[in-house]
């Protein structure tokens, strides 16, 4: 992933203007480490931190159509890019950059080419013959992006919020699906899929066609000129990356560049659940399987890197963030710049662990709905914001369009959890994959029960976090809290202590304002927790406070650990096992 930064419209193009855009650039130097450009017209600016994936040779941006009238800086991948160079057959390209078809496609069809692309990107257009602009984020919110105003009547673009938080009198996230015209002076939504109002869906489920959009899906994702791998954790999502990636490695160009061995990578405290699976079906796929370990104390020491890096408070983004950053460096050092990952499948197949209680398939749908609509929230910022910390770039199949259309179409009857028809979580993803004669994944994996990223890299690491957190803040600071953050307001220790880290580093209204709030269950939405009366009395976001569901269940009164680096693993790790499902 890149960096891109602009400022427009800011009544100043002066030397010293250019020298602050400059400086604010390089706070995004992490996501793009190996170019840096900057372009300049009047007084917008357009400047842009390269990690090359495409033509690294070539590519670097600010990307021009013919006569340099048109100019984009962007974030992203378009993964249609040369069937839609076939289109703009009239047009001459200068780089073989997939993102350079951008500037061509507005200057053949204006600001109605959005949905053409199919990819991951954010991208800021600026128009010189008329001094004109546009912005536009990804569907799904996959790729990260701000936009805020100068008190001088400027609009800022950032993929990070520390690229504008000190300069902006306002600012917030822009929001996915959406395009920015500076000619109308406000935000429209260009994706409009059916699910996004939340209409339940009657399609059939047919497990091939769902196989085989998920397979496309992946195979787009094989589109590059560095070395790349896979994040594999031995769950279900990660494993079907995995398999479908290996399976069709060979004949594609990354294979002719680069090998049809694939690598594969893994995080989690010595003994984790992650480790030992994760390994299991390495052996199994034949890939060059790579663990790393880290301790609680490493993930404690580099809890404020990695709330600078993601910019958010939120308890399970940093509780997942934390394992995932420190892999990414890893990774990183050993000359990978790309890898596949499964995030979004437990939010379209309803795969966390609370959808067992869903009442009925209506519920079921608009809770896959909303979940969607949160992503950008949630794990697109941790897997976005913690891989690129190193200029590592992470890819998401599951959240392809085309995929996401087809698996959100299907009758949610057939995605409910019903145990007296053998039908666990993310059913009819297992189903699709379950081949007989040519099995993708071993029986026992494909049907592994969901683990939570953060809980899954070992379970004593969030009993640590918490631990740390009750040694930093107070029973007394905790009764003042509501009056100290009046906006979501912290509701355990562990939450006011990333709070009290977040402000330190983005202490504007407008930052707090972008972070999302509520309580929740097993990373349930504040409307699921309805769902059952019990939640209520056990709001956290791991998936073993799904009391009665998760087969490692919290104990109903888990023991305080007063020091991490004294207590037990023994008392750390204490849990119930809960086999049955209420």
């Known amino acids: 992933m890149c960096g891109i930064l602009a400022v427009l419209g800011c009544s100043d193009d002066s030397q010293a203007k250019r020298v602050r855009v400059l400086e604010l650039s390089r706070r995004l130097k992490h996501r793009g480490p190996d170019w840096s450009g900057l372009y300049q017209y009047g007084d917008c600016f357009l400047a842009h931190q390269r990690l090359a994936i495409i033509d690294p040779a070539s590519g670097d941006q600010p990307l021009y159509n013919e006569d340099k009238s048109i100019v984009v800086t962007v974030n992203g991948e378009i993964y249609n890019h040369e069937e839609l160079r076939k289109r703009l057959s009239n047009h001459k390209f200068r780089t073989g950059s997939d993102c350079d078809v951008i500037a061509h496609l507005y200057e053949e069809y204006g600001e109605d080419f959005i949905d053409m692309l199919d990819g991951i990107f954010s991208f800021v257009l600026l128009d010189t013959r008329d001094n004109s602009f546009i912005v536009a984020r990804d569907a799904i919110g996959i790729t990260p992006l701000y936009i805020g105003w100068g008190l001088d009547g400027s609009v800022w673009i950032s993929s990070e919020m520390k690229g504008l938080n000190h300069d902006c009198e306002h600012f917030k996230y822009f929001p996915p699906g959406h395009l920015y015209s500076s000619k109308k002076g406000d935000f429209q939504r260009w994706y409009n899929p059916p699910w996004f109002l939340e209409t339940v869906p009657s399609t059939p489920y047919d497990p091939l066609v769902l196989r085989k959009a998920f397979e496309d899906a992946v195979i787009k994702r094989l ?7 896979v994040l594999l954790s031995g769950g279900l999502d990660s494993s079907l990356v995995a398999a479908v990636t290996a399976r069709h490695l060979a004949g594609t160009k990354a294979a002719k560049q680069w090998g049809t061995q694939l690598h594969s990578f893994c995080v989690g405290l010595e003994g984790s659940p992650d480790l030992k699976a994760g390994k299991e079906v390495a052996d199994y796929l034949g890939t060059v399987h790579h663990e790393f370990h880290f301790t609680v104390q490493d993930g404690i020491d580099a809890i404020e890197d990695v709330i600078h890096h993601i910019e958010t408070y939120d308890v399970t983004t940093i509780r997942a963030s934390t394992p995932m950053f420190l892999m990414s460096r890893k ?3 050993m000359g990978v710049k790309m890898v596949i990952s499964g995030e979004g499948s437990d939010e379209i197949f309803g795969g966390y662990l609370y959808f067992h209680k869903a009442p009925n398939k209506e519920e079921f749908h608009k809770e896959t709905c909303r979940k969607i609509k949160a992503l950008h929230q949630y794990d697109c910022l941790r897997a976005n914001k913690s891989t690129s910390a190193w200029g590592l770039e992470a ?6 369009k085309e995929f996401i259309n087809i698996a959100m179409n299907i009758d949610p009857e057939s995605k409910m959890i019903k145990h007296d028809l053998g039908r666990m979580e993310k059913w009819v993803l ?3 994959f379950d081949d007989e004669e040519n099995p993708y994944l071993p029986k026992h994996i494909l049907y592994r029960q969901k683990e939570q990223f953060s809980d899954g890299v070992g379970y004593s690491w969030i009993d640590g976090l918490k631990a740390h957190a ?5 029973d007394r600071m905790m009764l003042n809290a509501e009056h100290i953050y009046p906006h979501n307001t912290p509701t355990s220790k562990e939450a006011y202590y990333y709070r009290m880290i977040f402000e ?4 504007q209204n407008s930052a707090r304002l972008t972070v999302p709030g509520g309580a929740s269950v097993a990373c349930s939405t504040t409307t699921a927790l309805e769902w059952d009366a019990s939640w209520s009395k056990n709001p956290d976001p791991s998936g073993r406070a799904a009391l009665g569901v998760h087969v490692s269940a919290y104990d109903p009164l888990p023991p ?5 680096e004294k207590v037990s693993p023994k008392i750390l790790n204490k849990k119930a096992r809960m086999v049955e499902v209420m």
């Open 560 to 564: 305080v650990a007063p020091n991490v």
């Open 395 to 400: 890819r998401v199949p599951f959240l392809d």
């Open 470 to 474: 009750a040694e930093h803040v107070t």
């Open 504 to 507: 330190r580093f983005f202490p």
């Open 223 to 229: 589109m590059t000129d560095v070395p790349f791998g």
């Open 430 to 432: 297992r189903k699709a």
């Open 331 to 333: 990774i990183k050092a």
